[in-house]
């Protein structure tokens, strides 16, 4: 009690000495060590000037003013606070859609000077005024335009992927390919929309289902569309449950979701160690462009089915990943400023991602009802559906559907083949679009 006592002695003392300066004038030091007082009668007017322009200057440098000034940051503040209700909330996509969110507010608060889209302009990184004008995001960033953030996160992908049931059902992989119908119509619609080629490409690959291939390629094409684009793709992949249901039952039949399929065969080690090997030198020779993904995809595979770098294995597949995901999430919806995000093109990119997402969906199922015609083992067409590498989102929707119709079927498993199949084809799909426009 005493110490508190003294302590408020001492602040009263310091103020009454301050009151007192404030009164009389300003202190100030002489070079013979005595301390003399200005009245503050003889003190300039131009001081009082200077604290009226800091205290304008103070004013004019608050958020407060940006947003009154523009109305469309409150707009974007507005979306992303719903987009961070979705993945709270609803949960949908959390682990991407919490950071991507979170990153549009930061790079929409007025003033804050977390990103600058002016570093990257034109698609290139403007070195010369980068560390004088670069704020926290901006170094975030250059993972996403170097084409770090999407290759690391595959490795994860790999190191959590088993390609197990497409060894067992080699049709599967066929089935994923059909499922990149999306991505090659939506090019061409978009295209004769008025969309550059390099922008139609970009919307497209939102068919494949597969943010992190999404936002490689974007990088690459059109990284002025990088926000909008993973907005879309990340929101459609979570709305896989809504928007792939109705176009599975419109396109089969009760009878062809009733398909119960044979039990898939064992895979032995040596065959899941051999298949990311020999599947990246083969693409790799075909498709070079392709081989930054389809190389980390299967790296992280090898270390998981190899068995003797365990610890490397559970390293991509957890801190890693977890790290990446932040930073890429971060950065991409860094990218989503007013600008870029406020215009007719995005609704465009918005309505072209649906469009892209269900013929991909469509495309899996018709090529599933093809094969039935000349095949004596029956696939059940649901399973086509999963082609689109939402991961394993798409494989449990086709099991949701086909249940329902018999309870007794199984369809998982069978499903999970074109679901990774479909990781494949869409960066297949992503390097074919850069062999042609990167």
């Not at 860094?334 to 469509?362: E, K, M, R």
Request: with cysteine; aromatic share 8%; proline share 5%.
């Amino acid at each position: 009690m005493k110490n508190i006592k003294k302590y408020l002695f001492m602040l009263l003392a310091v103020a009454a000495v301050g009151l007192t300066v404030q009164a009389w004038g300003s202190v100030s030091a002489q070079q013979d060590g005595t301390v003399a007082v200005t009245p503050a009668t003889e003190q300039t007017v131009d001081e009082d000037i200077h604290i009226g322009e800091s205290l304008l200057n103070f004013v004019q440098s608050m958020g407060f003013t940006g947003l009154v000034q523009d109305w469309r940051f409150i707009v974007m503040l507005v979306i992303a606070c719903t987009l961070l209700y979705l993945a709270i909330v609803k949960q949908y996509e959390p682990l991407l859609l919490l950071p991507i969110a979170f990153g549009m507010i930061l790079t929409n608060l007025p003033g804050a000077g977390m990103y600058h889209s002016e570093l990257f302009a034109g698609g290139h990184v403007h070195w010369q005024g980068f560390d004088s004008l670069a704020g926290l995001v901006d170094y975030l960033y250059l993972g996403v335009k170097l084409g770090i953030y999407p290759c690391l996160i595959f490795v994860g992908v790999g190191a959590m992927t088993d390609f197990g049931p497409l060894i067992a059902n080699p049709k599967s992989l066929l089935l994923g390919a059909a499922a990149q119908l999306g991505i090659f119509a939506t090019y061409l619609g978009a295209t004769a929309l008025g969309f550059t080629p390099a922008e139609a490409a970009s919307t497209g690959i939102i068919g494949g289902a597969d943010g992190p291939t999404a936002i490689y390629l974007t990088s690459k094409l059109a990284p002025h569309l990088l926000g909008p684009i993973a907005v879309a793709a990340y929101s459609y992949m979570a709305l896989v449950p809504v928007i792939q249901p109705p176009i599975m039952k419109a396109l089969t039949t009760k009878e062809e979701r009733k398909i119960v399929m044979k039990q898939l065969r064992p895979v032995s080690k040596t065959e899941k160690i051999l298949f990311p090997i020999v599947l990246t030198i083969i693409i790799s020779l075909l498709l070079p462009s392709a081989a930054p993904l389809i190389g980390s995809l299967m790296l992280g595979n090898l270390m998981k089915e190899c068995g003797v770098v365990e610890r490397l294995s559970k390293t991509v597949q957890n801190e890693l990943m977890n790290i990446v995901t932040i930073f890429l999430g971060i950065s991409v919806g860094a990218t989503a400023t007013a600008d870029a995000f406020l215009n007719w093109q995005t609704l465009g990119i918005l309505v072209l991602g649906v469009v892209a997402f269900g013929l991909g969906t469509a495309g899996g199922v018709i090529l599933a009802k093809i094969i039935n015609i000349f095949s004596k083992e029956k696939i059940n067409p649901l399973i086509g559906s999963a082609g689109v590498s939402a991961v394993p989102m798409a494989a449990r929707v086709s099991q949701k559907v086909g249940q329902a119709e018999n309870p007794a079927n199984f369809l998982l498993m069978h499903a999970m083949g074109p679901n990774v199949a479909g990781v494949i084809g869409s960066a297949v799909a992503a390097g074919i679009l850069l062999s042609f426009l990167g």
